[in-house]
């Protein structure tokens, strides 16, 4: 016991840091793919990419076939991907957190089969994959 009255700010310092380094792997909803496991998906059929960064990012490069709603803009336009409910949804931001962010909302809207680009469009093109423009 009085080592750990002694040591309190110690514990205290290892029990934060490690809740730290758990928090990103705790916060993370949906399923996420890594670029090989996103080819294997399109390469399978019945898929329908999201591209859910702004249009300017959009222009730059895309992957091929892939409709661009940015994220800020997914609630008003759900219904044009109403269509699609019933296929694999492959989401695509330029980072994380905006593919995340979206995969929630449509999972929330009833969309079964979301799966996030782990890496954005950067480990897409990191991994050496073609981009359309």
């Not at 040591?7 to 399923?31: D, E, H, M, Y």
């Not at 809207?109 to 950067?122: K, R």
Request: aromatic residues 6%.
């Amino acid at each position: 016991m009085k080592f750990f009255i002694d040591n309190i700010f110690l514990i205290a310092i290892v029990l934060v840091s490690g809740g730290a380094l758990l928090w990103p792997s705790l916060t993370v909803r949906g399923k996420r793919g890594s670029p090989q496991d996103i080819t294997m998906l399109i390469n399978r059929g019945k898929t329908t990419i999201l591209d859910v960064r702004d249009a300017k990012d959009y222009a730059e490069g895309h992957l091929p076939e892939a409709k661009n709603i940015p994220l800020a803009q997914l609630d008003q336009r759900l219904s044009e991907l109403d269509k699609f409910k019933n296929r694999c949804l492959i989401v695509i931001g330029k980072s994380d957190a905006r593919g995340s962010a979206a995969a929630a909302k449509l999972g929330k809207a009833g969309f079964g089969d979301v799966v996030n680009l782990e890496g954005g469009v950067a480990a897409w093109q990191k991994a050496g994959l073609p981009l359309a423009k």
